[in-house]
């Protein structure tokens, strides 16, 4: 990706990255600009294990996926969902029941432009540019009501999202209005960043860099983020560390060292 449209200056006390970009670069990918791997850099510096902690996220996102698809789920709205990376929703979803739809969101222009050019040959798939704070133009948007009818069930992911809320009640607001939107059957997804658990340096060196960034994320323990399923029955194995929720074998990332991961998942479904 070409840098010369990201500014190259550089102030440590405000470093400019974009999130999506930036886990894009996490991931392996190529789709990032300077700032965003600067930052990236420095938090894989601190701590090496981000990266494994990152794909064992994805690869938590893939087995629900498939889980939900064989529950007879067809639609899913990714909110959140950042730049197409390896095994994405539409595809894992596809791959049991090819007539399931996707709807992405994102706020990120580029990485809308990006998924939209990619995307253009699947009618199955639609990306909306939204926040995920205005879950109301989301779920009234054109795109999305073309693909998904909300009086049946939809798996609605908020994978690696809402640490990016930092303020809880606005949190709050965007489950409750989510969970008002979701028809009976429906299943809701997130997983977020905790530092539950991790050392002391860990949280010294994160907390450090995290306040360095104009978009500093907002760790929450494994309790307020079992909160966020308040109305939902959790599935089990409840909320764990992500690479504990439902592991298909052994050779799962991190599944025998799951506090390296520094993040829990979870999955309820809606009465």
Not at 243 to 261: A, H, M, Q, S
């Amino acid at each position: 990706m070409d840098d010369s449209t990201e500014s190259k200056s550089t102030d440590d006390a405000e470093l400019v990255y974009n999130p999506a970009r930036y886990w894009d670069y996490i991931l392996g990918g190529y789709y990032n600009f300077q700032m965003d791997r600067q930052v990236g850099d420095r938090v894989l510096q601190a701590v090496p294990d981000v990266r494994l902690g990152a794909l064992a996220n994805r690869s938590f996102l893939r087995r629900v996926v498939r889980l939900l698809a064989h529950e007879g789920i067809t639609q899913f709205v990714d909110l959140g969902s950042g730049l197409p990376t390896v095994g994405p929703v539409h595809e894992t979803a596809q791959a049991i029941n090819p007539g399931c739809h996707t709807v992405y969101v994102d706020n990120d222009p580029v990485a809308v432009t990006h998924s939209q050019s990619i995307l253009a040959q699947n009618p199955g798939t639609c990306v909306i540019e939204e926040d995920i704070r205005n879950i109301q133009e989301i779920f009234d948007d054109p795109c999305l009501r073309k693909l998904v009818d909300i009086r049946q069930p939809v798996g609605v992911l908020l994978v690696s999202v809402l640490h990016f809320i930092k303020d809880d009640s606005q949190a709050d607001e965007i489950l409750r209005q989510v969970r008002s939107r979701m028809a009976s059957g429906s299943y809701l997804v997130i997983s977020h960043y905790s530092l539950e658990g991790a050392s002391d340096i860990t949280i010294q060196r994160l907390s450090h860099i995290s306040s360095s960034t104009h978009d500093p994320t907002k760790p929450r323990s494994s309790v307020e983020i079992a909160r966020f399923f308040d109305g939902f029955e959790l599935l089990e194995p409840g909320v764990v560390r992500i690479p504990l929720w439902r592991p298909e074998g052994p050779d799962e990332l991190l599944v025998e060292e799951p506090e390296r991961c520094l993040g829990f998942a979870g999955v309820g479904r809606k009465e």
